[in-house]
């Protein structure tokens, strides 16, 4: 503290402090996220395709696959089946089946609003010859 010439007291290093702090106080908050992830996934219906994005990102192609045949596990989907996209931007899906498979639901939902935490689609592809996992 200081004194002036009349004797009184004065906290400038206190009103600094303050003033700092406020200064702080004042700065623009953390950037909200700007970009989340979203998915394509392509349920185990056994048939085959490939599920598009508009905007460009997701390409992601499920191979079509017989469980009776052999003792070999689904294939994993191929491409790009997650991608960043900007918080608010309205994603559009296209399903396209394989030769001898056809799109027996989804794309789910379609299309999609990105927003922050955990964003998604789904659609199931299935044999023409009938044998679906969800049949």
Do not use: K
């Amino acid at each position: 503290m200081s004194r002036n010439r009349n004797g009184v007291r004065r906290a400038t290093g206190v009103v600094t402090a303050l003033a700092t702090a406020a200064a702080i106080a004042s700065v623009a908050p953390a950037q909200a996220q700007s970009t989340a992830q979203l998915t394509a996934w392509v349920s185990d219906g056994w048939g085959g395709g490939t599920v598009t994005s508009q905007p460009a990102g997701i390409n992601c192609h499920q191979e079509a696959w017989d469980p009776y045949a052999t003792n070999d596990p689904q294939p994993n989907p191929t491409g790009t089946c997650t991608a960043s996209f900007e918080v608010g931007t309205t994603v559009t899906f296209t399903a396209t089946p394989d030769p001898g498979s056809y799109v027996n639901d989804g794309p789910t939902p379609n299309p999609v609003t990105v927003r922050t935490g955990y964003n998604y689609t789904w659609v199931m592809f299935c044999p023409n010859d009938g044998l679906c996992s969800a049949g």
